[in-house]
């Protein structure tokens, strides 16, 4: 079945390093992809998505590219803040649920930033 | 302003007991969604509904029961045949599905505990 795995974390990085949080899918067709953010005891909110494959999302910061060959959505920001410490979900919609689409999520990686 | 609401923030059942979780939005979106969230596991899907008057069961559906009666509510109980039901939960909505890349917004989430 379709599935998402990204790294365990958690992830401890000093402010300013370069961040990469690695996610690899398994899905039939061709799924869109996601990366969502929950800050803590928050809900979840969408950092950046791709629909298609060589697609690139950004927000923030932030940046993953849709790798179809790699089967890959990699996670990168180039110099983290403390401000960017939380839990990052990978997911993907595998085009079922009623042809609507249902999201499968990563088991989360998080990530702190010390000063 | 539009968004998803969850009620109670905090609920805590006795053994035994029923407890609903409210959903609400305002966002005119179609499709809900209730998630269930235990620590290092990631998202579960529990049910979701892309219309009113219709729903379907989820990876574990099993304990829970929904109603949609009306376009902008997706209420959730927790019955007494679910056996682990601490949690945080996560409500969820989305305008014609996630496929196509559609962005699924969260609400802020309720936690349970069985005392």
């Known amino acids: 079945g379709n599935s998402v795995t990204q790294m365990e974390g958690p992830v401890t990085l000093s402010e300013e390093a370069f961040l990469t949080i690695n996610c690899t899918y398994t899905a039939t067709g061709y799924p869109s992809l996601f990366w969502y953010v929950q800050y803590p005891g928050e809900g979840l909110q969408l950092l950046l998505k791709a629909t298609k494959a060589d697609d690139k999302g950004s927000n923030k910061g932030f940046e993953a590219t849709y790798r179809k060959e790699t089967t890959s959505f990699h996670l990168e920001k180039g110099s983290v803040q403390v401000s960017d410490s939380a839990v990052y979900f990978c997911a993907l919609s595998d085009g079922y649920g009623g042809s609507q689409g249902n999201l499968i999520f990563g088991k989360g990686t998080k990530l702190s930033v010390k000063p | 302003d539009g968004g998803i609401t969850q009620s109670p923030k905090y609920l805590f059942r006795k053994e035994g007991q029923n407890v609903t979780l409210s959903c609400e939005q305002n966002l005119n979106h179609d499709a809900m969604y209730w998630y269930r969230q235990d620590p290092g596991q990631g998202l579960r899907l529990i049910y979701y509904s892309q219309i009113v008057n219709d729903f379907q069961k989820g990876d574990i559906a099993e304990g829970y029961s929904v109603s949609r009666e009306k376009k902008e509510s997706f209420p959730l109980t927790v019955t007494s045949a679910q056996k682990n039901p601490t949690a945080f939960y996560l409500c969820?909505?989305?305008?014609?599905?996630?496929?196509?890349?559609?962005?699924?917004?969260f609400g802020e989430g309720s936690w349970l505990t069985v005392v």
């Open positions: 969820a909505s989305t305008q014609g599905g996630t496929s196509s890349g559609n962005t699924i917004y």
